[in-house]
């Protein structure tokens, strides 16, 4: 792009890029180990807001809303660009975790103003470093199908959660059968390239989880995505 090119030229030019890097992700994240998701989101960092700011707002927005209703500290889990990290309220204090360092380069420009945004760290979310117990919430957006190994990333989250904490997961899963298995089944070849996993039932999570869900919304667009609120045992062996 050049400085003297026209506004068409411009948007032609960024529409050409998206369009490359959705052709190059299939393959970046079909094997989803670590450095596969690490040049994925290196490619994306610059494009991700522009891209799926509007098909995850929904998602976002409901999930930061439930958390706004809670207190205390806040682990955000593949916080990305942090473009959740202004609708925080201000005197909940959050931790943001990437695997990717250029998405969270923009995580920390947005946080520059944001004082309740105590810390955005690079951390496998399957491999946390913060002690058992920590947080009051653990939230994570648009992560769960796109790591490795999604059960631990479950176990991780539920032991750095306190016991009575709340462990929230907003993302996309597949449907058992009827229409929206239908759309499902239309939708995989684009939904593989925007980067998540849409052969991914809820078992996946719930057969893997002491954690008990407190409750689950299906929400905007088309009903594609879920948020599931689970709460921890207040005792680790009872079931509350
Ligand atoms: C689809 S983006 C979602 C970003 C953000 N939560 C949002 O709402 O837009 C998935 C994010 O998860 C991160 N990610 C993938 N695997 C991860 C892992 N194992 N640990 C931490 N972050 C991971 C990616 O780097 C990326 O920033």
Do not use: C
Not at 6 to 18: K, Q, S, W
Not at 60 to 70: D, F, G, P, S
Request: no cysteine.
């Amino acid at each position: 792009m050049n400085r003297s090119d026209t506004f068409p030229e411009r948007l032609r030019f960024i529409a050409n890029r998206i369009r490359s890097r959705l052709k190059s992700l299939p393959q970046d994240v079909a094997r989803l180990d670590e450095t596969a998701v690490r040049t994925a989101y290196a490619r994306w960092a610059p494009y991700y807001d522009l891209v799926f700011r509007a098909p995850f707002y929904k998602g976002r927005q409901e999930a930061v809303k439930h958390i706004n209703t809670l207190s205390g500290h806040i682990l955000e889990a593949g916080v990305g660009t942090g473009i959740s990290l202004p609708k925080y309220r201000s005197d909940l204090e959050i931790t943001g975790i990437d695997l990717s360092e250029e998405m969270l380069e923009r995580a920390r420009l947005r946080a520059r103003d944001l004082p309740n945004v105590r810390e955005l760290t690079t951390m496998d979310a399957g491999n946390l470093s913060f002690p058992d117990d920590h947080f009051d919430v653990a939230v994570a957006m648009y992560v769960i199908t796109v790591v490795p190994d999604p059960a631990r990333v479950m176990r991780e989250l539920e032991r750095v959660t306190k016991p009575g904490g709340t462990v929230i997961l907003v993302n996309h899963f597949s449907a058992d059968g009827g229409l929206r298995a239908h759309a499902e089944r239309a939708l995989e070849r684009f939904a593989d390239r925007l980067g998540w996993n849409t052969d991914f039932p809820k078992s996946r999570i719930l057969t893997r989880t002491s954690m008990r869900l407190e409750k689950e919304t299906t929400l905007a667009p088309f009903g594609l995505f879920t948020l599931m609120t689970f709460r921890k045992p207040e005792h680790p062996a009872s079931a509350e």
